[in-house]
């Protein structure tokens, strides 16, 4: 920090203060270095995270509809077409139809899909353990508790339990 105005051409003091250690900066900083390297990661497959997670969600739950993957995920219904269709175009997802209900459509991943999933799963595997590389199992478990319950201040439910991230939304 650099006091006020310096007096009569004076070189300016840094305040010899300690550097603010902010919850929320760290998180924020930490969560864009995170996401930044997960995406480098994935550039090889040619897959981006927002993708990666639509294809989890589906490989999860493969037959649900589109709406209810959409909402689960908290996708607006105008992005998650988009998704779906991008990733159908790559022959990585299909759209069958609901024998349920004839309005809805299932969807499903192609044997492309199943592939790439694995691929990307074990590409992520390798992150997490690099990221938590310093910690023990005890100390990683401590952690997710902790992010879980500033999660929870903030509105995730549950932390990251198969509710999609806001950078879905985005775009």
Do not use: C, W
Request: proline fraction near 6%; aromatic fraction near 4%.
């Amino acid at each position: 920090m650099v006091d006020d105005e310096p007096k009569d051409g004076a070189v300016p003091v840094l305040d010899s203060t300690p550097p603010l250690r902010s919850v929320g900066f760290t998180i924020s900083a930490t969560g864009y270095a995170i996401a930044r390297t997960f995406k480098e990661i994935l550039a090889p497959l040619q897959l981006e995270p927002r993708e990666f997670s639509l294809l989890r969600a589906v490989g999860a739950a493969e037959g649900q509809s589109q709406q209810t993957i959409g909402e689960r995920l908290q996708i607006p219904s105008s992005r998650m077409v988009a998704f779906v269709d991008a990733l159908e175009a790559r022959g990585l997802l299909q759209r069958r139809q609901n024998p349920d209900d004839r309005r809805a459509r299932a969807l499903f991943l192609t044997e492309d899909g199943h592939e790439l999933l694995e691929r990307s799963f074990t590409a992520a595997a390798g992150h997490e353990l690099n990221l938590t590389g310093e910690l023990s199992p005890e100390e990683r478990d401590q952690l997710l508790a902790l992010l879980e319950k500033v999660g929870n201040r903030l509105g995730l439910a549950g932390g990251n339990s198969g509710r999609g991230h806001p950078a879905l939304a985005d775009e």
